[in-house]
T-cell receptor
Framework: ETGVTQTPRHLVMGMTNKKSLKCEQH?????MYWYKQSAKKPLELMFV???????ENNSVPSRFSPECPNSSHLFLHLHTLQPEDSALYLC????????????FGQGTRLTVV | GDSVTQMEGPVTLSEEAFLTINCTYT??????LFWYVQYPGEGLQLLLK?????DKGSNKGFEATYRKETTSFHLEKGSVQVSDSAVYFC???????????FGIGTKLQVIP
């Protein structure tokens, strides 16, 4: 496989459930990101990992917990979510310091019921 | 902080019409500028980019010129096709952690 792969593509979960989103990149990049895409709103950067260390946490509620075990994998652990957390969650990766383009996965469509 | 402003749309055009989607930005320093495209059910794909003032990015018939004096990066295409129907995001990148700031996205619908 090549590029950035996200699983699952769709997820429906109850507010008391615990689930995880997975992202895998095969591009040899050293930075990975989680974004939230909601209707009528700009993409919201949630977390940034550079060389497996979290370097950015944009005031995301603690019910979202990221994990980056190595430079190729990124997880987003979810627990006790709210209906307003329903959105498309996009993973991205990029390479190098400075200003570079990001490569995105196809996203996980999350619905909280 | 950095920000990107673009029209939300939707923009509806007939096939072969001329397309302009406006994008303006505010940023410290000298950011790189991007246009990303998102087709239905897909993630974002880089369409074109420009890294310094007066650079022109181009791809698949789309063009955008980095205008520092007007802080703009408008997307243009001379003749749109039905297959260009998608959401287009203007974005900028600055700073040391590869952060990208996106606009709200403009939905384009091209009708035959």
């Amino acid at each position: 496989e090549t590029g950035v792969t996200q699983t699952p593509r769709h997820l429906v979960m109850g507010m008391t459930n615990k689930k995880s989103l997975k992202c895998e990149q095969h591009l040899g990049h050293n930075a990975m990101y989680w974004y939230k895409q909601s209707a009528k709103k700009p993409l919201e950067l949630m977390f940034v990992y550079s060389l497996e260390e979290r370097v950015e946490n944009n005031s995301v509620p603690s019910r979202f917990s990221p994990e980056c075990p190595n430079s190729s994998h990124l997880f987003l652990h979810l627990h006790t979510l709210q209906p307003e957390d329903s959105a498309l969650y996009l993973c991205a990766s990029s390479q190098g310091a400075g200003v570079t383009e990001a490569f995105f996965g196809q996203g996980t469509r999350l619905t909280v019921v | 902080g950095d920000s990107v402003t673009q029209m939300e749309g939707p923009v509806t055009l007939s096939e072969e019409a001329f397309l302009t989607i406006n994008c303006t930005y505010t940023a410290t320093g000298y950011p790189s500028l991007f246009w990303y495209v998102q087709y239905p059910g897909e993630g974002l794909q880089l369409l074109l980019k420009a890294t310094k003032a007066d650079d022109k990015g181009s791809n698949k018939g789309f063009e955008a010129t980095y205008r520092k004096e007007t802080t703009s990066f408008h997307l243009e295409k001379g003749s749109v096709q039905v297959s260009d129907s998608a959401v287009y995001f203007c974005a900028l990148s600055s700073g040391g952690y590869q952060k990208v700031t996106f606009g709200i996205g403009t939905k384009l619908q091209v009708i035959p």
